[in-house]
């Protein structure tokens, strides 16, 4: 009798278990999860601290950029962080009825940006992308910072720096190796003279990276071409955020 009534309820608590999964997307993100979604422009990327904005009125907040799956309501007068913008709707992460959450929400019901501050942060999420493609393909550019040189090039072999009136200078050397054949004749195990290629590491490049108050000044290329395109790129100073 009892497995009888196990089997009754089999349906109910099937019907528990689907209402419980669709429930779960609306639940607030993870601590420090943040969903991409594009056309929107993620602060992390570009502002060094956390942005904070007060809500003017009760705000509906969403899960998706589109306001679809609600998630609640935040409280008028709380300050909520601003994690991603765009031109219809912010993400914001904040304390609705059932405890934090994070979505989007309609900017007219929170306190406004400024201009300014909204302008460099466009202008950073370009210059990011744009410095992104160079990194992609081990490429460094004038106005690029030591972090992102790195991340193209990897770590220097020689590192040397400077203060003068003009303030700290540096300069970064990189050596390029390439893997270069070569015969050589020896014997075997028999006592048999054979010739043999080997692979030797040999330099084929050097480029100087000198950086003015953390950002790249020059660029010096000798002994060989480290890239195709032996042109200097020049991209964006990173942009003064004013908030």
Same mark, same amino acid.
């Given at each position: /009798?009892?497995?009888?009534?196990?089997?009754?309820?089999?349906?109910? /608590? !099937?019907?528990?278990?689907? #209402?419980?999964?669709?429930?779960?997307?609306?639940?607030?993100?993870?601590?420090?999860?943040?969903? *991409?979604?594009?056309?929107?422009?993620?602060?992390?990327?570009?502002?060094?601290?956390?942005? $904070?904005?007060?809500?003017?009125?009760?705000?509906?907040?969403?899960?998706?950029?589109? /306001?679809?799956?609600?998630?609640?309501?935040?409280?008028?007068?709380?300050?909520?962080?601003?994690?991603?913008?765009?031109?219809?709707?912010?993400?914001?992460?904040?304390?609705?009825?059932?405890?934090?959450?994070? @979505?989007?929400?309609?900017?007219?019901?929170?306190?406004?940006? !400024? !201009?300014?501050?909204?302008?460099? =942060?466009?202008?950073?999420?370009?210059?990011?992308?744009?410095?992104?493609?160079?990194?992609?393909? +081990?490429?460094?550019?004038?106005?690029?910072?030591?972090?992102?040189?790195?991340?193209?090039?990897? $770590?220097?072999?020689?590192?040397?720096?400077?203060?003068?009136?003009?303030?700290?200078?540096?300069?970064?050397?990189?050596?390029?190796?390439?893997?270069?054949?070569?015969?050589?004749?020896?014997?075997?195990?028999? @006592? *048999? #003279? =054979?010739?043999?290629?080997?692979? =030797?590491?040999?330099?084929? @490049? !050097? #480029?100087?990276?000198?950086?003015? +108050?953390?950002?790249?000044?020059?660029?010096?290329?000798?002994? @060989?071409?480290?890239?195709?395109?032996?042109?200097?790129?020049? =991209?964006?100073?990173?942009?003064?955020?004013?908030?």
């Amino acid at each position: /009798m009892e497995l009888e009534a196990s089997v009754l309820n089999l349906p109910i /608590m !099937k019907a528990l278990a689907f #209402l419980l999964l669709a429930l779960l997307p609306a639940a607030a993100a993870p601590s420090g999860a943040v969903i *991409r979604e594009d056309g929107a422009v993620y602060l992390e990327d570009v502002v060094p601290k956390p942005v $904070k904005i007060a809500i003017k009125e009760d705000a509906p907040i969403f899960y998706k950029i589109d /306001m679809d799956r609600y998630l609640g309501t935040l409280q008028r007068g709380q300050l909520v962080e601003v994690q991603a913008i765009s031109d219809r709707a912010y993400r914001v992460r904040g304390a609705a009825q059932q405890g934090q959450v994070a @979505g989007w929400v309609d900017p007219k019901f929170l306190s406004p940006l !400024k !201009k300014e501050f909204i302008e460099s =942060v466009h202008q950073n999420a370009a210059r990011k992308a744009e410095v992104d493609a160079l990194i992609e393909k +081990n490429e460094v550019a004038i106005n690029m910072t030591p972090d992102e040189v790195s991340r193209a090039l990897g $770590k220097p072999g020689k590192r040397t720096a400077r203060l003068d009136a003009h303030g700290r200078a540096e300069t970064w050397e990189f050596v390029r190796y390439e893997r270069v054949p070569q015969e050589t004749t020896g014997y075997d195990r028999t @006592g *048999r #003279l =054979v010739t043999s290629v080997i692979y =030797v590491k040999v330099p084929a @490049g !050097k #480029l100087s990276v000198s950086f003015q +108050n953390d950002l790249v000044s020059a660029l010096e290329q000798s002994e @060989g071409v480290l890239e195709r395109d032996a042109r200097v790129k020049l =991209v964006p100073a990173p942009f003064a955020v004013i908030y």
